[in-house]
């Protein structure tokens, strides 16, 4: 205060959600998935895949402590990009705000829902527990992009990557540790090499080497 006074006040959280949509709500344990659209058992699916991926990423890193955890599923990926940018953020294939262990992601055409959040969602847990196991420290990119991917079931193109092997213009290592390169299909190639990578380790030592 102007008199030098310190005020406590009491804490409080506000929730705040992209109110242009109705959201439909399923609450599965601490998951709780929210949607839009006539499919009713799109929330249940995704709270499967939910599940299903968690157990994929317990065998290769570390449980960290069970919190609520919010899945929203953008009807398009125009959507989830304006919704994104209304809150000032870039946008990706999909997003997660771990400080509020928050999930984006997109369902477009109901045809191929289940086949795109089990790719996406997978990959968005893999990002969100490892910041909660880093505690600050820094991991090189390589290593989280080809963890998210391997949690996907996704080496990435394969056919680039062969092609870059075969040319010898794979891109090194070190260069990948704190950003991907902007250039056309230089990402892909990133990403198939990070994930080729890290399926190397983990064939040939174990689980156990992608923790370490």
Known sequence: TTAGETIVVPEETFVYEDDRFTWRVLEAGDVIVHWTGNDA?????????????????????????????NLYIYPST????????????????????PDLGVLLVTAVNPLTAAADLAQTIPHELTHLRLYQLKSGRELPLWYE????????????????????????????????????????????????????????????????????
């Open 78 to 97: 125009a959507d989830l990009r304006s919704g994104l940018r209304l809150a000032g953020r870039d946008w990706q294939a999909g997003h997660t705000d």
């Open 41 to 69: 058992d799109l929330g249940q699916l995704a709270a499967d895949i939910v599940a299903e991926s968690r157990q994929t990423l317990d065998a290769i890193l570390p449980q960290t402590a069970v919190s609520p955890l």
């Open 145 to 212: 992009e080809g963890l998210a991917m391997l949690a996907e079931g996704s080496l990435g193109d394969a056919d680039l990557l062969a092609t870059a092997v075969a040319e010898q213009t794979t891109l090194p290592v070190r260069d990948l540790c704190l950003a991907f390169p902007e250039e056309e299909g230089a990402v892909d190639l990133a990403l198939a090499q990070s994930a080729s990578l890290l399926a190397y380790i983990r064939m040939q030592f174990g689980d156990q080497a992608l923790r370490q």
